[in-house]
């Protein structure tokens, strides 16, 4: 039944008993917050058909309990995740790999929320391959503190590195977690990727036993501010996930910030898409910015981001902000590096001005999951999956179908040769 309420239901309580990973369990023993597998999102979204599922970036405290809340509402699974340019060992954001789930958890019993909700470490880049090495310590440490989902970001590589970073990482995440892999660099307007390359990188992984949840594109569109009215080309992502059908990935849509609601309505009728990343239109809106319908900030005539009175923080913490961000030479892509240096005077503020900008999150994605992506009432289909797996494990939707001896190192660097690809440039859209 549509709008079903679980956190008293029999069905909610077995769920939260089978369907919480190993590593919730361990760090939320008494817990009711329903964290899960990225995996049993995708397979709700793929269940109703149509639809995406809000990978919301919580960049700050207010995002988080702002999109928890506007799930909690549209009954919609939903998505937590951090970057690890916004979230790793170099963080712009005070909220990070090893905090991100200990704050939705506690967020989720505050607020009585009952839907599922994954934890998920996105963009975690492999720029050059002396970062393998590290990586194989650093990831298994995010999820010893709850990641429940991983991005393997290797796509700024060459076609072969990126499939053999891709392979060589693998056993570092567990097999229940939820995985998003990436080809042609998430990078904007040039360089976009080709079906041949995805197929290379999905294939090769197939031919390992890896499975995929999504693959994400650069498919046309930028991170942070969009300055371009281009934006995601649909046709060609549809394209590229028709070409990747029998291997049943999904996709994973970056960059939604500066893209209007049809494109986006599009890109969940004609693709494969099921989750979508937005990252900068929260921060924005939670600090009260002034944005259009879909969060892309608007300027005044100086080009200055306009701040909307009686919004998000207040007058003068946002003169403190700009300010700030004067001083440290921060152009209007950088404001993003506020995060860090004002999370706590931002939770020092009055109850009710945190309030404010937690409720203006909340309008802005319930609309957007509800009126764009379509996810509501997908709570209930990936609860009713859990209970019908009886695990934490919701088990991967594909199977090997490519003979592993066709795809050894070398034969992978040679097929690499022959792939037609997009062009590269040397810029870093991580976020």
Partial sequence: MPGKTFSTSADFQKALEIGRPPNITRLFPHSRALIVSGKYIDKAMLAK?????????????FIIRGVL??????????????ARSE????????????NLARQVDSLCNEMSITIPVAIHADHYGIKEEGEIEPAKIEIPTLFEAGITSIAIDASHLPDDKNLLANIELNPFIPKWAGLETEVGEIKGKVGLSTPEEALFLIQGLNAHDIFPDWIALNNGTTHGIEESDKGIQVNLTAEIHAAL?????????HGTSGNNSDRLR???????????????????????????????????????????????????MWKEMTEYAKSKGLKKG????????????????????????????EKFAYNLMVN????????????????????????????????????????????????????????????
């Fill in 49 to 61: 058909g149509n639809t995406i599922a809000m990978a919301a970036n919580g960049r700050n405290y």
């Fill in 69 to 82: 809340k506007a799930a909690q509402r549209a009954n919609a699974a939903v998505i937590i995740e951090i």
């Fill in 87 to 98: 979230g790793g060992a170099n963080a712009y954001c005070a909220v990070n790999f090893w």
């Fill in 245 to 253: 059908t029998k291997y049943q990935v999904s996709g994973a849509q």
């Fill in 266 to 316: 599009e890109i969940a009728t004609k693709t494969r898409t099921t989750k979508a990343n937005v990252a900068t239109a929260l921060q924005m809106i939670s600090w009260g910015l002034e944005v259009n319908d879909y969060g892309n900030a608007i300027f005044d005539p100086d080009g200055n981001f306009i701040k909307v009175e009686g919004e998000g923080v207040t007058e003068k």
């Fill in 334 to 361: 950088d404001y993003k590096k506020l995060n860090l240096p004002f999370e706590n005077k931002l939770l020092g503020q009055p109850k009710e001005i945190k309030e404010r900008m937690a409720q203006r999150v």
């Fill in 372 to 431: 764009v992506f379509n996810s509501k009432d997908t709570a209930q289909l990936a609860i009713e999956m859990i209970l019908k797996a009886g695990s934490y494990d919701a088990g991967s939707k594909a199977t090997r179908i490519e003979n592993p001896d066709e795809w050894t190192n070398e034969m992978i660097i040679q097929k690499a040769t022959s792939l037609k690809t997009g062009t590269r440039t040397g810029a870093h859209y991580d976020d």
